[in-house]
């Protein structure tokens, strides 16, 4: 991937060569020029809106998380922040071939030391939710695709996919490739497991993943996913998201 780096006030802008208009849509963002349709999501860490440019619906994403958090935060020292990997991975991942992901257009990242704000624009999907087994056949074809690419999801759901005319796109994904064994990938897969739309339709995941073999990565991603569900684990998440509540940056 190509990426080209412009300087607009006090931010970076990030884009593929290939986005032409990206530049002007950084600075339209970051003007405040455009009208929001629909917020799906407002809260302390992350900010998700259909907004509208010119005629055109986009999606808009604040990642708030990795400047409120002080661990996340620190990271950002060293890293590229959340706008910026998905820009990169996620274009990248296209231009293998897995062009049913949902298509970024531009990061946009203010950072000193640490990211201080930091925004992606993508493409707007419009379709329909996942609903039959047929479409959770689809979904399964995309898992395989992606991770045969060494690719995860990151965040396995029904609810991350929709329909588009007649294929399927994939949402929400950071577009993260496993360096290592195949862990994340396995995590994927028993995630997908718990959705409530495959529990509903009884669906069998694992009957359907292309990987057979239980090897050394399925057993620790099994066992990770169960230490999280366990009862201690789950009082220690309400008990983050009590204090969060109070103001808490954890």
């Known amino acids: 991937m190509k990426l080209k780096e412009e300087k607009y006030l006090d931010w970076k802008i990030f884009f593929s060569q290939e986005e032409?208009?990206?530049m002007t849509f950084g600075k339209i963002i970051l003007n405040g020029d455009y009208r929001i349709k629909k917020v799906y999501k407002d809260t302390k860490r992350n900010y998700v809106a259909q907004i509208e440019v010119g005629n055109k619906?986009?999606?808009?994403?604040?990642?708030?998380?990795?400047?409120?958090?002080?661990?996340?935060?620190?990271?950002?020292?060293?890293?590229?922040?959340?706008?910026?990997?998905t820009l990169i991975n996620t274009?990248?991942?296209?231009?293998?071939?897995?062009?049913?992901?949902?298509?970024?257009?531009?990061?946009l990242?203010?950072?000193?030391?640490?990211?201080?704000?930091?925004?992606?624009?993508m493409e707007y999907v419009e379709g329909e939710k996942i609903s039959s087994i047929e479409d959770i056949d689809k979904i399964m074809g995309l898992v395989e695709k992606i991770h045969k690419n060494?690719?995860?999801?990151?965040?396995?759901?029904?609810?991350?996919?929709?329909?588009?005319?007649?294929?399927?796109?994939?949402?929400?994904?950071?577009?993260k490739k496993e360096k290592v064994g195949k862990l994340k990938r396995w995590y994927d897969i028993f995630t997908?497991?718990?959705?409530?739309?495959?529990?509903?339709?009884n669906y069998n995941v694992r009957d359907k993943y292309y990987l057979k073999e239980k090897d050394i990565w399925f057993y620790l991603a099994y066992l990770l996913k169960n230490l999280k569900?366990?009862?201690?684990?789950?009082?220690i998440k309400a008990k983050k998201k009590e204090l969060r509540k109070k103001g808490w940056k954890i």
């Open 109 to 121: 990242v203010k950072k000193n030391l640490t990211i201080k704000q930091s925004y992606l624009l």
């Open 229 to 235: 569900n366990t009862k201690l684990v789950k009082k």
């Open 150 to 175: 060494k690719i995860y999801h990151g965040d396995l759901n029904t609810s991350n996919f929709i329909k588009e005319r007649n294929k399927i796109r994939i949402l929400d994904t950071q577009g």
């Open 57 to 85: 619906n986009y999606i808009l994403k604040e990642f708030r998380s990795e400047v409120i958090i002080p661990q996340r935060k620190i990271q950002t020292l060293f890293k590229k922040g959340e706008a910026l990997s």
């Open 91 to 107: 274009t990248e991942a296209i231009e293998l071939g897995i062009e049913e992901l949902v298509k970024p257009i531009v990061a």
């Open 20 to 22: 032409s208009n990206a």
């Open 192 to 201: 997908l497991e718990n959705d409530l739309l495959v529990k509903e339709l």
